[in-house]
């Protein structure tokens, strides 16, 4: 073959990763068989039978944010869902709209402009990296049907490295959504009796942040893909901008069955991640999660993830101990944690077991 054509008994973790041609070039060739290396094993597929229109997470109105009852509510759908969309949280639709532009521009260049933000590993320090999830827990090589940039968002990161397309919109987002992240971090510890973020806190909370870009193409056939698998995010809290296509679900209360985070215009939706259910000793929920891909539409999202630094220490906040409760955690170092959940990539909710008592 040569090196833009794809058949498709070629090596396919070249063609979509070391080349750069993305899950986006296989359907850029009008593949109508799914390659192996893309269909999900069953447990890791969305079963359809398991949605339930009956429940949905809660919206919540940001325009009166210290009012108690608003903090009341973010407080009890972390507890409840792990799960709720902000809306009036004070970032402007345009810088939302441009973030969402500026990911299509991105995806939407040619393998050879892409390839340079490929690297062999996925390191936590990375200032830009586009990476693709072909590792499991059993090590099975299955690519998720998405293609993903990372911009890290820490003070060593240079942004001069990000890419062109995506540079000025992801450094305008960061401006707003850093402070938001701040603020709802506030109010879930507030939730914990922990009163503020202080400069001890901080590195713990927010001490690395990153903003990934996901495009999800196309594909023929979604029933037998995943453009996410069930995982939950490793991360403290994660806030998300998706366009309005769909497709991100959310394990509801019942514990099999899935809600929809049904899209809103300009609306974030923000989870729990494992890291604050270890600290809140299982008061707060890390959400298990998955996105299913559409047959006809490509889908934008950006999370922004809010993680401890790499040094820090993780386990129940001593807040959380003082009456006498037993600690659910250990605690342990975040890099111990960290090369855990992107060495096995575990699914569902089993990367909270690794730091289990
Ligand atoms: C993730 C994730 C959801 C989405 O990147 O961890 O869950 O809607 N993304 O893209
Ligand atoms: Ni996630």
Redesign the pocket.
């Known amino acids: 073959m040569t090196s833009s054509n794809f058949e498709i008994n070629d090596d396919i973790l070249d063609f979509v990763i070391k080349k750069a041609y993305g899950i986006k070039g296989l359907v850029d060739r009008s593949l109508e068989i799914i390659p192996n290396q893309c269909i999900q094993p069953k447990e890791h597929r969305l079963d359809k039978s398991q949605i339930d229109n009956q429940e949905s997470i809660p919206t919540i109105d940001l325009s009166n944010f210290y009012d108690l009852n608003v903090e009341k509510s973010i407080q009890e759908a972390a507890a409840k869902w792990g799960c709720f969309q902000i809306i009036n949280h004070g970032i402007p639709i345009e810088v939302l709209e441009d973030l969402k532009d500026a990911a299509h521009k991105f995806f939407e260049l040619p393998a050879e402009e892409k390839v340079m933000y490929c690297k062999d590993n996925y390191s936590a320090g990375e200032s830009v990296l586009m990476f693709w999830s072909a590792i499991g827990e059993k090590n099975e090589k299955v690519l998720e049907w998405?293609d993903?940039v990372k911009h890290g968002c820490n003070p060593q990161n240079d942004s001069n490295l990000w890419p062109p397309q995506t540079r000025y919109q992801v450094l305008e987002y960061q401006k707003w959504v850093k402070p938001l992240a701040k603020k709802l971090l506030e109010v879930l510890l507030k939730g914990l009796n922990v009163n503020e973020i202080d400069e001890s806190l901080e590195p713990l909370l927010m001490g690395t942040m990153n903003i990934?870009m996901?495009y999800?193409p196309p594909c023929p056939n979604p029933s037998i893909t995943m453009?996410?698998r069930p995982?939950c995010?490793g991360s403290c809290i994660?806030l998300?901008f998706?366009d309005d296509t769909g497709?991100?679900y959310i394990r509801g209360t019942k514990g099999d069955n899935w809600i929809h985070?049904n899209p809103i215009k300009g609306a974030l939706?923000v989870n729990i991640g494992d890291l604050l259910q270890i600290m809140s000793n299982d008061r707060y929920k890390s959400i298990e999660?998955?996105?299913a891909v559409d047959s006809s539409r490509a889908?934008i999202?950006a999370?922004l993830?809010v993680n401890a630094s790499l040094d820090s220490v993780i386990g129940p906040f001593p807040q959380m101990l003082k009456d006498g409760e037993k600690p659910v955690y250990k605690h342990i170092l975040h890099s111990d944690y960290w090369d855990y959940f992107y060495r096995k990539r575990p699914s569902g909710k089993a990367s909270l077991d690794f730091i289990k008592i």
């Open positions: 998405r993903s990934n996901n999800y453009g996410a995982h995010d994660t998300l998706q497709g991100l985070v939706a999660h998955c996105v889908r999202s999370p993830f």
